[in-house]
C-alpha cells in the first residue's frame, strides 16, 4: 500500500542552487572577501580579547582544524599590531658581582643591537688603545720610578744594618740562599774558624751577641718587605688604573652620554668602566708561556668576552607589535634556554649562550599556539601557565624545573613578561581544560567559538562564491566558471549534512579547488568547470572506496545476506554509516526479530554479548516501552522478544536502527510480512514518533547502490525521518533514477506511516470504543496479545502448564 505514503520529490532530494543568483561567469568577476567568513560572532570575541589590556583576558580560539582560525587571527592581528609601539629590546650581560645571574637590560626598540655594536667597538677600540699607551715613556719613566724606589728602600735599610754590624766588627753578607752575619777583623776580614777561636772568650761572646741582635733586626726588616712590595705594587697598580684610565674615560663618556636616558644601561657602563680599569693588565701582550694563552683564552675574541652584550630580542625591524606563530611549543621554545659548549673536556656556559623563547620574541606583541601541541608537549602547558601567572619570563632548563639535577648553572635575571596569548583547538580541547583546570579560565577569559556552517540563503551563497573565489587566488589556481562555483556550494552542503547551510570549512574546500585545477590542466581548460569538479570528487571517493566496493561485493555475492525484493516476517533492512577517515559511506544490515509467549521481556542479542553500546541499548528499551505504553496498558505485556544485527561481528552503538528493530518486532508480532524492497533508519521514542539521524544521505546513497546492482525494480526506496528531508543532498544519480520513479526516498514522522509503508496494511487508530480496526496492524498486534495475555492467565490458575521467560 505505497500509495497511502507519496515519495519526496526530486527537489526534496536534492536542493539545488538557482544559476540566476550569481550575476558573474568567472569568479575572476568577484571581488575578494576575508576568509573568515560568517564568523561575526568569533571576530567580535577576538577584537575584545585583542583590545583589552587587563590581565588573563587571553584568548582560545575554539573549532574544528578548517574553519580557518589560524587565517583569522593572522588578519585580524595584521591589522592590531602596526598600531602598536613596538616593545623594547632586551640583552643580557654579564654580571660582575654574581657571574651566575646575568642581568636583563631594557632598551627601546633599536637601541639594543646598536648598544651590542657600541661595546665591541668599545673592546676592539681598547685592545688597541690600551697597551697604546702603556708603551709611552711617560708611563714607563713613572713605573720604574716606583720600581726604583721600592728597591732604593729595601738597598738603603740593609745598607743601614750593614754599617752598624761594621761598627761592632760584624759583616752582613748576601749568600744565596739570603743573608748571613759573620764575625770581621779590623781589616774588615771575616775571621776563620781558627781565628776566632783565638779570641777571647769575652770577645767571643760580645761577638755572638751582636750577631743575634743583628740576626733578629733583620729577621724584622725582611718581614717588613713584603709590605713595602704591596705599598710599591699598589702604587703600580694606581698607576696603571689612572694611565687606564686615559684610554677609557673618554671612549666611555661617549657611551654614558649617548645612553644617559636609559638608567639601566648607564648603571652597567659604570660598572664596565671600574672593571676595564681594574683590569686592564689583561689588555697587555702576554707572553707566550702565560695560562690564559695555553688555555686558548689570549686572544682579543675570548679575553673581553664578559663585557660584550648578549642582544635577545631585536625589534630594529619591528614596525610594531610582534606577532609569533610557535609551531613547536615545547619547554625551551617557549621561555628560552641555555646552551652549552665542550672545552677541553667539559661543558661550558656563560650569559653569551642565552637563547630567546617565543615568550620572548613574543613579548610586548601576540603569541599564537596550536593548543594541542601545546598540550602533548611534556610540561609545556604548566610553563605556559607559571609564566603568565607570574608576569615574568624565567629561563630555567626543564631538568631543574624537576629537580633531576643539581649541578650549578646560570640563572638569568627574569624578564617582565606583556604579552596576549591566543590558543587555537578543538572544541573539546577547551571543554576539557574548563572542567579538569581550574587555572585555565583565570588565564583564558575569552573563547572565540568559530562557527562549522552559514546560511544558504541567497545572501549567504554570494558571500561563499566570492569566498571561493578568494581561496582560488590565493592558492594561485584557476577562476572557476559559475556552474563549477555551484556544484561546489552543493558539495559543501553535502558535507555538513544540511541543505539549508553551507560549510564554514576552509581545508576540504580548498582541497577540493586544487585538484579540479589539476582535472582543469589535464583537460587543457581556460577555468575549472563543473565537470572539473565532479570528477575531482569523484577521484576523492574513487581512491577511499576500496572497503566500500568489497562490502558491495559480498552483498552481491550473498556472502553478507540483504534482500532487495520480496518479504519475509520479522526481517527488516536496516541502515548504518561506516566512518573511514574523511570517507564515510552506507551498509544495509538485516535485523530481525522473533516474539513469542513471555512475560514481557524483550532480548537485545547485541547487548547480552556485550557488543552493544550504551546507546544502542537505550534504544531497545526505549522499544519496550512504546510496546507497552501501546498495547499493554489494561493488561500484561505477555510476550518475549528477541533482536539482533544479523552477520554482525562487532560493536553496534546509536539508535538510529530502533525503529527499523521496533518495524521487525510488530511484523513479527503483527505477522505480516517486510518488504524487502524498503530499507529504514531513524531512531525512535516512546510516544512513536521518529526522531533524525545522522549520514542520512549516505545511508540512502549505500541502499541505492546495492538495488541498482541488482537491478532497479521501481519497488525499492528508504525510509527516513521527516525531520532529515532538509539534510538530504543526495547524488545526481540516485535523483535521476528517483524522478523517473525507479527509486524512492519516504519521509515518516511516525512508527504507524513506517509500518504502513513495509507491512503494505494500513496501520490503523483506535477508534471511539478504544480498539484497533480489524485487520490493521495495529489491530492484529493488540489481538494477538491480547491471547497471548489470556494464555497467560489460565495457566496462573492452573489451567495449563508453561514456562514464561
Not at 470 to 481: C, F, I, Q, Y
Request: proline share 4%; glycine share 8%; aromatic share 6%.
Amino acid at each position: 500500500m505505497a500509495e497511502f505514503h507519496q515519495p519526496l520529490t526530486p527537489g526534496q532530494l536534492l536542493k539545488r542552487c538557482d544559476p540566476a543568483a550569481f550575476d558573474f561567469s568567472t569568479t575572476d568577476e568577484l571581488a575578494g572577501l576575508n576568509l573568515a567568513i560568517g564568523q561575526e560572532r568569533a571576530l567580535e570575541a577576538l577584537q575584545f580579547g585583542l583590545s583589552i589590556a587587563q590581565q588573563g583576558f587571553n584568548i582560545f580560539a575554539l573549532g574544528p582544524a578548517g574553519l580557518g582560525k589560524t587565517s583569522a587571527i593572522r588578519d585580524i592581528i595584521s591589522r592590531e599590531s602596526p598600531g602598536r609601539q613596538a616593545p623594547d629590546d632586551w640583552c643580557y650581560v654579564h654580571n660582575f658581582a654574581e657571574p651566575a645571574k646575568p642581568r636583563a637590560l631594557r632598551l627601546p626598540a633599536g637601541l639594543g643591537q646598536r648598544f651590542a655594536g657600541d661595546m665591541n667597538q668599545l673592546i676592539e677600540e681598547l685592545i688597541t688603545a690600551i697597551p697604546a699607551i702603556f708603551e709611552r715613556e711617560e708611563y714607563r719613566a713613572r713605573a720604574e720610578e716606583i720600581e726604583e724606589k721600592a728597591k732604593d728602600r729595601e738597598a738603603t735599610a740593609v745598607n743601614e744594618l750593614r754599617s752598624e754590624a761594621r761598627q761592632q766588627q760584624v759583616a752582613l753578607i748576601e749568600t744565596p740562599t739570603g743573608y748571613a752575619f759573620a764575625p770581621i777583623n779590623e781589616k774588615s776580614e771575616v775571621l776563620s774558624p781558627d781565628d776566632f777561636h783565638q779570641l777571647s772568650e769575652a770577645q767571643q761572646l760580645a761577638i755572638q751577641a751582636a750577631i743575634a741582635d743583628f740576626h733578629e733586626r733583620l729577621q724584622k726588616l725582611l718581614r717588613q718587605f713584603p709590605a713595602w712590595r704591596r705599598e710599591a705594587r699598589q702604587a703600580l697598580k694606581a698607576l696603571n688604573r689612572e694611565t687606564a684610565g686615559f684610554a677609557i674615560h673618554h671612549l666611555i663618556d661617549e657611551l654614558k652620554a649617548r645612553y644617559a636616558a636609559v638608567p639601566d644601561v648607564d648603571r652597567h657602563i659604570d660598572t664596565v668602566q671600574q672593571e676595564l680599569i681594574e683590569h686592564a693588565d689583561e689588555f697587555l701582550p702576554k707572553s707566550e708561556n702565560d695560562v690564559s694563552v695555553l688555555l686558548g683564552q689570549g686572544s682579543p675574541s675570548g679575553q673581553f668576552l664578559r663585557y660584550r652584550v648578549n642582544l635577545l630580542v631585536d625589534h630594529s625591524a619591528n614596525g610594531g607589535a610582534p606577532v609569533v606563530f610557535e609551531t613547536l611549543p615545547h619547554h625551551a621554545n617557549l621561555i628560552g634556554r641555555i646552551e652549552h659548549q665542550a672545552h677541553m673536556g667539559t661543558l661550558i656556559t656563560d650569559f653569551r649562550m642565552i637563547r630567546p623563547g617565543a615568550l620572548h620574541r613574543a613579548n610586548g606583541g601576540y603569541l599564537v599556539l596550536d593548543a594541542r601541541k601545546l598540550l602533548t608537549q611534556p610540561f609545556a602547558w604548566d610553563t605556559l601557565k607559571r609564566a603568565l601567572q607570574a608576569g615574568e619570563i624565567r629561563i630555567e632548563p626543564l631538568e631543574r624545573t624537576l629537580s633531576l639535577i643539581s649541578t650549578v648553572s646560570l640563572e638569568p635575571q627574569p624578564i617582565p613578561l606583556d604579552i596576549k596569548v591566543i590558543l587555537t583547538g578543538d572544541r573539546i580541547l577547551y571543554y576539557l581544560l574548563s572542567q579538569y583546570d581550574p587555572e585555565f579560565l583565570e588565564l583564558f577569559k575569552v573563547a572565540a567559538d568559530f562557527e562549522d556552517t552559514l546560511d544558504r540563503d541567497s545572501e549567504g551563497s554570494l558571500l561563499y562564491a566570492r569566498f571561493i573565489a578568494s581561496v582560488a587566488r590565493g592558492n594561485g589556481l584557476r577562476p572557476l566558471d559559475r556552474d563549477a562555483v555551484i556544484r561546489v556550494l552543493e558539495q559543501s552542503a553535502r558535507q555538513i549534512e544540511d541543505a539549508e547551510k553551507l560549510g564554514a570549512h576552509l581545508r576540504p574546500m580548498a582541497d577540493l579547488l586544487k585538484e579540479a585545477d589539476h582535472c582543469a590542466s589535464q583537460q587543457g581548460h581556460a577555468t575549472i568547470t563543473r565537470d572539473d569538479i565532479q570528477t575531482a570528487i569523484d577521484r576523492q571517493i574513487r581512491r577511499a572506496s576500496r572497503i566500500r566496493d568489497q562490502v558491495y561485493q559480498h552483498i552481491r555475492r550473498g556472502t553478507i545476506l540483504i534482500d532487495t525484493d520480496g518479504s519475509a516476517t520479522g526481517q527488516v533492512n536496516g541502515l548504518s554509516v561506516i566512518q573511514l577517515g574523511d570517507y564515510s559511506f552506507g551498509q544495509p544490515s538485516r535485523i530481525t526479530a522473533t516474539t513469542r509467549l513471555g512475560g514481557g521481556k524483550i532480548i537485545d542479542i547485541e547487548r547480552e554479548t556485550e557488543l552493544g553500546g550504551a546507546i544502542h541499548s537505550k534504544g531497545v528499551m526505549i522499544l519496550s516501552a512504546f510496546l507497552a505504553g501501546r498495547y499493554a496498558r489494561i493488561q500484561p505485556l505477555s510476550l518475549s522478544a528477541s533482536l539482533v544485527f544479523e552477520q554482525s561481528y562487532g560493536e553496534i552503538e546509536g539508535d538510529s536502527a530502533s525503529l527499523a528493530e521496533l518495524c521487525a518486532l510488530l511484523s513479527s508480532l503483527s505477522d505480516l510480512p517486510v518488504r524487502q524492497g524498503l530499507a529504514v533508519t531513524g531512531s525512535v521514542n516512546q510516544l512513536g514518533q521518529v526522531q533524525p539521524i545522522g549520514g542520512v544521505n549516505e545511508k540512502i546513497e549505500g541502499f541505492f547502490d546495492i538495488c541498482q546492482a541488482g537491478g532497479l525494480t521501481g519497488h525499492q526506496g528508504v525510509i527516513i525521518p521527516h525531520a532529515n528531508i532538509p539534510h538530504l543532498m543526495l547524488r545526481e544519480d540516485l535523483v535521476e533514477q528517483a524522478t523517473a520513479g525507479h527509486f524512492h526516498v519516504h519521509a515518516v514522522a511516525t512508527v504507524d506511516e513506517a509500518l504502513a509503508l513495509l507491512l503494505n496494511t494500513a496501520a490503523g487508530k483506535r477508534d471511539d470504543t478504544g480498539e484497533y480496526p480489524s485487520g490493521t496492524i495495529n489491530g492484529r498486534i493488540e489481538q494477538r496479545l491480547r491471547e497471548w495475555a489470556m494464555l497467560v492467565m489460565q495457566m496462573s490458575h492452573g489451567e495449563g502448564n508453561g514456562v514464561l521467560d
